[in-house]
């Protein structure tokens, strides 16, 4: 990292404000989120409990300017192995490609060490996230589905595709 700048473990009781941040993104780029800022499950801390994941941030001179959530599927026997990425946002736009693969590399460091049970990282994204599925795909996620019209906004419907990336227990970020 460059001088004043850190990836940090956001938490619920020290956010950095995280929530203020994610709902810039929100409103800045709605058609890249599922969530929406009027949804009461933003206003919940995504991860409390460390043993179902962690939600990273990258600070820049003590002012966070990126986030990223990973949840693991522990809660059920059958999906165990199975972790998600989840609201992923970088606002600072002159560096935002470069800021969000530090935030991804660090992600992905974090489950093989932390979670040496998950095999794969899922990412629901919206179709016409071209940025975003570009990332993923340079971290190797393959696109294994395409749901139609899952995403409304307003009178808009939007395709929402599933991207995976198979962890090897070999596999470096």
């Given at each position: 990292?460059?001088?004043?700048?850190?990836?940090?473990i956001v938490k619920n009781n020290h956010d950095h404000g995280y929530l203020d941040l994610l709902k810039c993104g929100l409103e800045i780029f709605p058609?890249?989120?599922?969530?929406?800022?009027?949804?009461?499950?933003?206003?919940?801390?995504?991860?409390?409990?460390?043993?179902?994941?962690?939600?990273?941030?990258?600070?820049?001179?003590?002012?966070?300017?990126?986030?990223?959530?990973?949840?693991?599927?522990?809660?059920?026997?059958?999906?165990?192995?199975?972790?998600?990425?989840?609201?992923?946002?970088?606002?600072?736009?002159?560096?935002?490609?470069?800021?969000?693969?530090?935030?991804?590399?660090?992600?992905?460091?974090?489950?093989?060490?932390?979670?040496?049970?998950?095999?794969?990282?899922?990412?629901?994204?919206?179709?016409?996230?071209?940025?975003?599925?570009?990332?993923?795909?340079k971290f190797k996620f393959q696109l294994t589905t395409t749901e139609n019209n899952v995403i409304r906004i307003g009178n808009r419907f939007l395709d929402?595709?599933?991207?995976?990336?198979?962890?090897?227990?070999?596999?470096?970020?």
């Open positions: 990292m460059r001088g004043d700048a850190s990836i940090v058609e890249n989120f599922t969530l929406s800022p009027q949804d009461p499950a933003l206003h919940e801390f995504p991860t409390k409990n460390p043993l179902k994941g962690f939600t990273l941030g990258y600070l820049n001179r003590g002012v966070l300017c990126g986030v990223v959530t990973f949840t693991v599927m522990n809660d059920h026997a059958k999906l165990s192995h199975v972790g998600e990425i989840s609201r992923m946002y970088v606002a600072n736009e002159g560096k935002r490609p470069a800021l969000a693969n530090r935030l991804l590399v660090t992600l992905v460091r974090m489950v093989q060490e932390e979670f040496p049970g998950v095999l794969w990282i899922r990412v629901k994204i919206a179709s016409i996230n071209n940025k975003g599925k570009r990332l993923y795909t929402e595709d599933t991207m995976v990336l198979t962890l090897t227990k070999s596999q470096s970020p």
